[in-house]
């Protein structure tokens, strides 16, 4: 047990950096949504790399996604979560010392 926090630390360190940045920010929000302008803000970059980074999460299964219901002009916005194990692993209350002590180190 003492080693799963190096283990998490590990996987999100050695994955790539724009799918880790993600994934640290569904530990330390708990799992809420992000939608590209969070994904655009906390990766530094354009819409573009914002949308890619997003769209690896939903092909490697660790998000859902879809668009926003947004009446705002312009681009409609997209949005991911957790996907169902992902959530159900950050919701884990065994799992929550592992997440804070990761949280951290971040």
Known sequence: EEDIPILIHI???TAPEDRGTILRSFIRNKGNALYTKD???MLNAGEKRALKAMENLFILGL???SESDSESVGRPSHCI????RL???LLNSSMEQYFSKIENDM
Not at 81 to 84: D, G, L, N, Y
Request: proline share 6%; with cysteine; hydrophobic share 30%.
């Open 63 to 65: 998000v859902e996604k």
């Open 39 to 41: 994904v655009c803000e």
């Open 11 to 13: 996987a999100l360190s």
């Open 87 to 89: 959530r159900e692993l």
């Open 81 to 84: 979560k957790p996907s169902k």
